[in-house]
C-alpha cells in the first residue's frame, strides 16, 4: 500500500498563514494526483485543492480560490498547501488524498487529517 504523512497543522489567528505537507511513501507506485479535502465540525467533506501529477495543473475550490496554494515535490512524492489569509471559516480537519498506481493497481489513499483551527 500507499501511506501518507500529514503535518503543519495548528492553531493561528484569523489572517495568518500555515502551510501543510503530506509525504507519500511505498515500495513502488506512480502518482496521477494529489490534493486536499477538509471536514468542519457538523459538515460533510469538502473539496478544497488538487493537482495533477504530470504538468502540474491545479484547481481549487471557490472558497479558497486566491488564498490557497497547492503545489508539489515530485522527487519527494509530497504536496503542500500554503494557506493564506486564514479566515474562522477555514477550521477544519484537512485531510490529503493521493490517486496513485501501486503494482499495476489505481485507487485513492487518504491521510488520517491534521487539525487546523482559525481564531477570530
Known amino acids: 500500500q500507499v501511506q501518507l504523512v500529514e503535518s503543519g497543522g495548528g492553531l493561528v489567528q484569523a489572517g495568518s498563514s500555515l502551510r501543510l505537507s503530506c509525504a507519500a511513501s511505498?515500495?513502488?507506485?506512480?502518482?496521477?494526483?494529489m490534493g486536499w479535502f477538509r471536514q468542519a465540525p457538523g459538515k460533510e467533506r469538502e473539496f478544497v485543492a488538487r493537482?495533477?501529477?504530470?504538468?502540474?495543473?491545479?484547481n481549487y475550490a471557490d472558497s479558497v480560490k486566491g488564498r490557497f496554494t497547492i503545489s508539489r515535490d515530485n522527487a519527494k512524492n509530497t504536496v503542500y498547501l500554503q494557506m493564506n489569509s486564514l479566515k474562522p471559516e477555514d477550521t477544519a480537519v484537512y485531510f490529503c488524498v493521493a490517486d496513485v498506481s501501486s503494482l499495476g493497481v489505481r485507487s485513492n489513499y487518504w491521510g488520517q487529517g491534521t487539525q487546523v483551527t482559525v481564531s477570530s
Open positions: 493537482i495533477i501529477w504530470s504538468g502540474g495543473s491545479t
Open positions: 511505498g515500495r513502488t507506485f506512480i502518482t496521477y494526483a
